[in-house]
T-cell receptor, first 112, second 114 residues
């Protein structure tokens, strides 16, 4: 069975500072990895995805993530955050044609 | 591209009343469809998923049910709501045009059971 662990439930950070949201996964097969963002009272929006190839993946809004197979991690990073990045972030894993397995989410709060 | 529609956006229902939430998909055919629930301060819980008309898999036993009467329609129902059914309900689907396992989400329905 697959599982996802998001190590931080809340991450406060000052505006224009860098941020890293951590995600570790567990799977016995090859995986596809995703980061989604959820703004208050909205659905989830795909930020970026790793399917294969380059382990550094760039997404929307200046976010990027690095797939590390040996550490089973897929951490999300942004070099300089904005107030508008305040949201809930979800890491998810899939082995293919199966429902995504989501982590519990990390609430990013950007402080002015 | 695929678009997921959900309605209503918000709903307040008394305990014991029935429920019907609808999800429709635009821009793709034969998608896999999913219902998730998000309780306050918690992550996403997969409730049901469907790989085709009339095919429903239940992930969590509860007083909710799902149906897929048409290829691009997915309905979440209950005969009698409980207080614990309150939450944010999200419908999601996969696109057969892109990576089959990439899920797109609807805007959600906020359900409050009083």
């Amino acid at each position: 069975a697959q599982s996802v662990t998001q190590l931080d439930s809340q991450v406060p950070v000052f505006e224009e500072a860098p941020v890293e949201l951590r995600c570790n996964y567990s799977s016995s097969v090859s995986v596809y990895l995703f980061w989604y963002v959820q703004y208050p009272n909205q659905g989830l929006q795909l930020l970026l995805k790793y399917l294969s190839g380059s382990t550094l993946v760039k997404g929307i809004n200046g976010f990027e993530a690095e797939f590390n197979k040996s550490q089973t991690s897929f951490h999300l990073r942004k070099p300089s955050v904005h107030i508008s990045d305040t949201a809930e972030y979800f890491c998810a894993v899939s082995s293919g044609n199966t429902p995504l397995v989501f982590g519990k989410g990390t609430r990013l709060s950007v402080i002015a | 591209s695929q678009t997921i529609h959900q309605w209503p956006a918000t709903l307040v229902q008394p305990v014991g009343s029935p429920l019907s939430l609808e999800c429709t998909v635009e821009g793709t055919s034969n998608p896999n469809l999913y219902w998730y629930r998000q309780a306050a301060g918690r992550g996403l819980q997969l409730l049901f998923y469907s790989v085709g008309i009339g095919q429903i898999s239940s992930e969590v036993p509860q007083n909710l049910s799902a149906s897929r009467p048409q290829d691009r329609q997915f309905i979440l129902s209950s005969k009698k709501l409980l207080l614990s059914d309150s939450g944010f309900y999200l419908c999601a689907g996969t696109s057969v045009e892109g990576p089959y396992y990439e899920q797109y989400f609807g805007p959600g329905t906020r359900l409050t059971v009083t």
